[in-house]
């Protein structure tokens, strides 16, 4: 992932950009072969011009937009122009925070039957609350990929500090759980199977 930050905003300045770019090339002459990259502009619309810059210094390789298009104002034009500007794919919660909140199985659905071929053509990637409990629901619709982080919590021994320092108060941290990912993959190759014997 091109990213030079944390935050919710995908709002960058050209120094951020020209640091992004810079990373960038480092990572395509290590041999990195595929890239997550997304800017909106200020009001919340995709950044045709800095994406256009990272989908040409990252070419031929292929990059998928981040869920920076969560933030789009309107799903529909918002995938529509990521196609014209040669995105391969999108990651999306269906504009949700999650992917089990309402309406977003519906958005995504809704992408994957539009974008599914043709001179638009780009591949929607759920993300953001995607499960062994609700894959199925994705592969039946036609989605190719998904993406979950698979974690669990471990709570970590409360210990008391003398000062905060800046650092989270929280007792706990995340890691990708083995077990999860194997339950996903289980709950994927069955909906894959029952989808092709259909």
């Known amino acids: 992932m091109i990213r030079c930050r944390g935050g919710d ?3 960058y300045s050209d120094y951020e950009m ?3 770019l810079r990373d960038l090339k480092i990572f395509k002459d290590m041999g990195v072969d595929q890239f997550v990259f997304g800017a909106l502009t200020d009001n919340q619309e995709i950044d045709e011009s800095k994406c256009m810059r990272v989908l040409a210094a990252a070419s031929p390789n292929k990059v998928t937009f981040s869920r920076a298009f969560d933030h789009t104002r ?3 034009r918002s995938a529509g122009i990521l196609a014209g500007l040669g995105f391969y794919r999108v990651l999306t919660s269906g504009q949700r925070e999650s992917v089990n909140e ?4 519906q958005i995504i659905s809704y992408l994957v039957t539009r974008h599914s071929s043709g001179s638009d053509e780009l591949i929607i990637m759920p993300g953001g609350g995607v ?3 609700n894959v199925a629901a994705f592969i039946n619709m036609g989605c190719q990929i998904v993406h979950s982080t698979c974690r669990s ?3 970590l021994p409360k ?3 003398l000062n905060k320092l800046g650092v989270s108060d929280s007792n706990c941290v995340y890691f990708s759980d083995y077990d999860v990912v194997r339950e996903l993959k289980d709950a994927i190759m069955a909906a894959v199977h ?5």
């Open 102 to 105: 309402p309406g977003a199985v």
């Open 153 to 155: 919590a471990l709570q």
């Open 18 to 20: 020209q640091h992004m």
């Open 9 to 11: 905003d995908f709002y």
């Open 159 to 161: 210990i008391e500090r």
């Open 194 to 198: 029952e989808k092709e014997t259909e």
């Open 74 to 76: 309107e799903s529909k």
């Open 131 to 133: 499960n062994s409990g």
